[in-house]
């Protein structure tokens, strides 16, 4: 395995990963790699932090209840009915309380 990547991502965060060749198949987070050549390393993942963003035209859970957040309005999604995708994630929740959106994970910056 190509070592600058793991060199470089260590002078860089101050840690990498590592794992033995042979018999493991776990990642450890080492903040004092010895650059052994029995053992294989890499930079560390970047961690995932979940957010939500608004539905696509597709997404939109047809049939779904809706409520306005700051008030008494409900709506039923339906095909026919016209609408600001953004307003409803910035407006309005699901019966539920969820937003009107869907929660993905994405790098942290």
Do not use: H
Not at 17 to 35: A, Y
Request: glycine content about 6%; proline content about 9%; some cysteine.
């Amino acid at each position: 395995m190509e070592l600058k990547p793991a060199m470089a991502a260590f002078e860089r965060d101050g840690k990498v990963e590592c794992k033995w060749r042979v018999g493991s198949e776990q990642w450890s987070v080492t903040f004092d790699p010895q650059w052994n050549p029995e053992c294989d390393y890499r930079p560390c993942p970047k961690p995932k932090v979940k957010r939500w963003r608004p539905w696509t035209v597709e997404e939109v859970p047809l049939g779904k209840e809706v409520r306005q957040k700051n008030g008494n309005r409900r709506i039923i999604l339906t095909d026919s009915l016209i609408c600001d995708i953004e307003g409803l994630f910035k407006y309005y929740t699901l019966a539920d309380g969820t937003p009107c959106g869907v929660e993905e994970e994405i790098e942290a910056p």
